[in-house]
Protein backbone atom coordinates (compact mmCIF):
# COMPACT_ATOMS: atom_id res chain seq x y z
CA UNK A 1 0.00 0.00 0.00
CA UNK A 2 0.98 3.53 -0.77
CA UNK A 3 0.60 6.23 0.89
CA UNK A 4 1.31 10.14 0.73
CA UNK A 5 1.62 12.69 3.12
CA UNK A 6 1.50 16.01 3.02
CA UNK A 7 3.73 17.88 5.34
CA UNK A 8 3.82 21.09 5.98
CA UNK A 9 6.38 22.39 8.37
CA UNK A 10 9.48 20.60 9.42
CA UNK A 11 8.22 19.79 12.92
CA UNK A 12 4.84 18.60 12.59
CA UNK A 13 5.78 15.36 10.70
CA UNK A 14 4.40 11.83 10.79
CA UNK A 15 5.85 10.81 14.05
CA UNK A 16 3.92 7.37 15.54
CA UNK A 17 2.86 6.88 11.84
CA UNK A 18 6.16 5.97 10.81
CA UNK A 19 6.61 3.10 13.53
CA UNK A 20 2.97 1.93 12.46
CA UNK A 21 3.76 1.83 8.61
CA UNK A 22 6.70 -0.13 8.85
CA UNK A 23 5.31 -2.54 10.82
CA UNK A 24 2.72 -3.04 8.00
CA UNK A 25 4.31 -2.96 4.98
CA UNK A 26 3.59 0.81 4.23
CA UNK A 27 5.32 2.26 1.55
CA UNK A 28 5.36 6.31 2.26
CA UNK A 29 6.27 9.36 0.23
CA UNK A 30 6.05 13.30 0.66
CA UNK A 31 5.51 16.46 -0.09
CA UNK A 32 7.16 18.65 1.91
CA UNK A 33 5.39 22.22 0.97
CA UNK A 34 8.33 24.08 2.91
CA UNK A 35 10.71 22.88 0.87
CA UNK A 36 11.64 24.97 -2.51
CA UNK A 37 10.70 22.43 -5.29
CA UNK A 38 7.76 20.14 -3.62
CA UNK A 39 6.01 17.98 -5.41
CA UNK A 40 2.74 16.61 -5.83
CA UNK A 41 2.64 12.82 -7.16
CA UNK A 42 0.24 11.43 -9.63
CA UNK A 43 -3.29 10.73 -8.02
CA UNK A 44 -3.52 7.26 -9.61
CA UNK A 45 -0.13 6.09 -8.36
CA UNK A 46 -0.77 6.47 -4.98
CA UNK A 47 -3.83 4.75 -2.76
CA UNK A 48 -4.19 7.06 0.35
CA UNK A 49 -3.08 10.10 1.70
CA UNK A 50 -2.50 11.42 5.34
CA UNK A 51 -2.62 15.58 5.71
CA UNK A 52 -0.91 16.63 8.62
CA UNK A 53 -0.90 20.08 11.10
CA UNK A 54 0.74 23.18 11.01
CA UNK A 55 0.22 26.64 12.74
CA UNK A 56 -0.90 28.36 9.10
CA UNK A 57 -4.42 28.71 8.61
CA UNK A 58 -6.03 27.16 5.56
CA UNK A 59 -7.43 30.60 4.25
CA UNK A 60 -3.21 31.72 4.56
CA UNK A 61 -3.03 31.52 0.59
CA UNK A 62 -1.28 34.97 -0.01
CA UNK A 63 1.56 34.17 2.27
CA UNK A 64 1.71 30.12 1.59
CA UNK A 65 0.77 29.62 -2.09
CA UNK A 66 1.20 25.99 -2.24
CA UNK A 67 -2.42 25.50 -0.46
CA UNK A 68 -4.02 26.68 -3.90
CA UNK A 69 -2.19 23.21 -5.44
CA UNK A 70 -2.63 21.09 -2.20
CA UNK A 71 -6.33 22.09 -1.78
CA UNK A 72 -6.59 21.21 -5.80
CA UNK A 73 -4.93 17.81 -5.09
CA UNK A 74 -7.05 16.87 -1.80
CA UNK A 75 -9.82 17.67 -3.79
CA UNK A 76 -8.82 15.54 -6.73
CA UNK A 77 -8.32 12.64 -4.59
CA UNK A 78 -11.71 13.08 -2.56
CA UNK A 79 -13.14 12.32 -6.14
CA UNK A 80 -10.89 9.77 -7.07
CA UNK A 81 -12.16 7.94 -3.87
CA UNK A 82 -8.76 7.87 -2.20
CA UNK A 83 -8.77 7.51 2.00
CA UNK A 84 -7.54 11.01 3.12
CA UNK A 85 -6.65 10.77 7.25
CA UNK A 86 -6.68 14.67 8.26
CA UNK A 87 -4.60 15.58 11.25
CA UNK A 88 -5.44 19.17 12.59
CA UNK A 89 -5.03 21.70 9.88
CA UNK A 90 -5.00 18.62 7.66
CA UNK A 91 -8.86 18.27 8.85
CA UNK A 92 -9.43 22.06 8.08
CA UNK A 93 -8.22 21.38 4.95
CA UNK A 94 -9.78 18.22 4.32
CA UNK A 95 -13.33 20.08 5.59
CA UNK A 96 -12.61 22.60 3.38
CA UNK A 97 -12.48 20.48 0.25
CA UNK A 98 -15.24 19.06 1.23
CA UNK A 99 -17.62 22.67 1.09
CA UNK A 100 -17.25 23.38 5.17
CA UNK A 101 -16.05 25.89 7.10
CA UNK A 102 -13.20 26.57 8.97
CA UNK A 103 -12.90 29.22 11.85
CA UNK A 104 -11.59 30.20 15.00
CA UNK A 105 -12.29 27.49 17.75
CA UNK A 106 -14.52 28.59 20.59
CA UNK A 107 -11.37 28.04 22.55
CA UNK A 108 -8.34 27.87 21.82
CA UNK A 109 -6.78 24.02 22.85
CA UNK A 110 -3.34 23.16 23.45
CA UNK A 111 -2.57 20.12 26.00
CA UNK A 112 -3.70 17.14 27.01
CA UNK A 113 -7.78 17.62 26.52
CA UNK A 114 -10.20 14.53 26.79
CA UNK A 115 -12.61 13.64 23.74
CA UNK A 116 -15.86 11.46 24.27
CA UNK A 117 -18.29 10.34 21.81
CA UNK A 118 -20.99 12.02 20.00
CA UNK A 119 -23.95 10.23 21.38
CA UNK A 120 -26.29 10.26 19.29
CA UNK A 121 -23.82 8.89 15.96
CA UNK A 122 -21.64 6.73 18.23
CA UNK A 123 -24.30 3.44 18.12
CA UNK A 124 -22.23 1.24 15.79
CA UNK A 125 -19.28 3.12 15.08
CA UNK A 126 -15.71 1.78 15.42
CA UNK A 127 -14.49 4.69 15.41
CA UNK A 128 -16.62 5.80 18.81
CA UNK A 129 -15.88 2.68 20.66
CA UNK A 130 -12.47 3.59 20.93
CA UNK A 131 -13.13 6.89 23.15
CA UNK A 132 -15.30 5.08 24.73
CA UNK A 133 -13.47 6.16 28.12
CA UNK A 134 -13.48 9.64 27.01
CA UNK A 135 -9.24 9.68 26.92
CA UNK A 136 -7.19 12.30 27.46
CA UNK A 137 -5.77 13.25 24.02
CA UNK A 138 -3.05 15.64 22.77
CA UNK A 139 -4.07 19.27 21.08
CA UNK A 140 -2.80 22.23 19.87
CA UNK A 141 -5.23 24.05 17.50
CA UNK A 142 -6.87 27.68 17.56
CA UNK A 143 -8.95 26.95 14.64
CA UNK A 144 -12.00 24.06 14.36
CA UNK A 145 -14.15 22.80 11.33
CA UNK A 146 -17.84 22.41 10.51
CA UNK A 147 -19.41 19.49 9.62
CA UNK A 148 -19.32 18.73 6.05
CA UNK A 149 -22.69 17.49 4.45
CA UNK A 150 -23.02 13.54 4.86
CA UNK A 151 -20.12 12.94 7.33
CA UNK A 152 -21.01 11.94 10.79
CA UNK A 153 -19.70 14.10 13.55
CA UNK A 154 -17.96 11.98 15.84
CA UNK A 155 -16.44 13.53 19.06
CA UNK A 156 -16.22 16.47 21.08
CA UNK A 157 -14.43 17.90 23.72
CA UNK A 158 -15.29 20.39 26.65
CA UNK A 159 -13.55 23.34 24.78
CA UNK A 160 -15.08 22.65 21.35
CA UNK A 161 -17.33 20.53 19.26
CA UNK A 162 -16.42 18.71 15.95
CA UNK A 163 -13.07 16.94 17.29
CA UNK A 164 -13.77 14.43 14.23
CA UNK A 165 -15.64 13.55 11.53
CA UNK A 166 -16.22 10.61 9.02
CA UNK A 167 -16.95 11.22 5.58
CA UNK A 168 -18.49 8.15 3.32
CA UNK A 169 -15.55 6.15 4.80
CA UNK A 170 -13.38 7.57 2.56
CA UNK A 171 -12.10 10.56 4.86
CA UNK A 172 -11.42 10.81 8.31
CA UNK A 173 -10.68 13.89 9.89
CA UNK A 174 -9.34 14.03 13.56
CA UNK A 175 -8.38 17.80 14.75
CA UNK A 176 -6.60 16.53 17.64
CA UNK A 177 -2.63 14.60 17.29
CA UNK A 178 -2.94 11.12 18.37
CA UNK A 179 0.51 10.50 15.84
CA UNK A 180 2.30 12.49 18.36
CA UNK A 181 5.49 10.98 20.35
CA UNK A 182 8.12 13.04 22.87
CA UNK A 183 10.20 14.45 20.32
CA UNK A 184 7.13 15.74 17.94
CA UNK A 185 5.58 17.60 21.18
CA UNK A 186 8.81 18.90 21.83
CA UNK A 187 9.03 20.34 18.67
CA UNK A 188 6.38 22.60 19.09
CA UNK A 189 6.91 23.49 22.33
CA UNK A 190 10.57 24.71 20.56
CA UNK A 191 8.45 26.23 17.44
CA UNK A 192 4.79 27.71 18.85
CA UNK A 193 5.50 28.72 22.26
CA UNK A 194 4.24 31.70 21.28
CA UNK A 195 0.54 30.15 21.29
CA UNK A 196 0.87 29.53 25.17
CA UNK A 197 -1.10 32.53 26.30
CA UNK A 198 -2.89 31.46 29.64
CA UNK A 199 -6.19 30.54 29.11
CA UNK A 200 -9.20 28.06 29.84
CA UNK A 201 -8.00 25.44 27.76
CA UNK A 202 -4.19 25.96 26.87
CA UNK A 203 -1.73 24.09 29.41
CA UNK A 204 1.41 25.68 30.35
CA UNK A 205 5.21 23.87 28.71
CA UNK A 206 5.26 22.38 32.08
CA UNK A 207 1.58 20.81 32.11
CA UNK A 208 2.08 19.68 28.65
CA UNK A 209 5.44 17.74 30.04
CA UNK A 210 3.73 16.74 32.89
CA UNK A 211 1.67 14.32 31.18
CA UNK A 212 3.74 12.97 28.42
CA UNK A 213 2.97 9.59 30.18
CA UNK A 214 -0.03 9.72 28.25
CA UNK A 215 2.09 9.49 24.93
CA UNK A 216 1.35 5.17 24.66
CA UNK A 217 -1.89 5.73 25.05
CA UNK A 218 -2.70 8.24 22.16
CA UNK A 219 0.00 6.35 19.65
CA UNK A 220 -1.94 3.04 20.35
CA UNK A 221 -4.94 4.51 19.38
CA UNK A 222 -3.72 5.75 16.57
CA UNK A 223 -2.44 2.26 15.16
CA UNK A 224 -5.77 0.84 16.00
CA UNK A 225 -7.12 3.77 14.06
CA UNK A 226 -4.80 3.49 11.02
CA UNK A 227 -5.34 -0.47 10.72
CA UNK A 228 -9.12 -0.13 10.72
CA UNK A 229 -9.33 3.27 8.23
CA UNK A 230 -6.55 2.34 5.90
CA UNK A 231 -6.39 -1.49 6.34
CA UNK A 232 -10.18 -2.82 7.64
CA UNK A 233 -8.44 -4.23 10.46
CA UNK A 234 -10.25 -4.87 13.26
CA UNK A 235 -10.03 -1.82 15.95
CA UNK A 236 -10.80 -4.17 19.01
Known amino acids: MKIHILQHVPFEGPGH?????????????YTLFFETGYQLPEIDQIDAVIIMGGPMSVYDE?????????????RGCILAGKKILGICLGAQLASICLGAGVYSANHKEIGWH??????????GNWLSKLFEESPAVFHWHGESFDIPQGARDLLVSAA???QAYLYQDKVLALQFH?????????????HCS???????????AEEIKAHLSC???INKLMEKILSRFFLNQSSD
Open 17 to 29: ILKWASEHGIELS
Open 62 to 74: SQYQWLLPEKAFI
Open 114 to 123: QVQAVAQHSA
Open 160 to 162: NNH
Open 178 to 190: LEATRETIADLLL
Open 194 to 204: ADLIPSAYVQS
Open 215 to 217: VPL
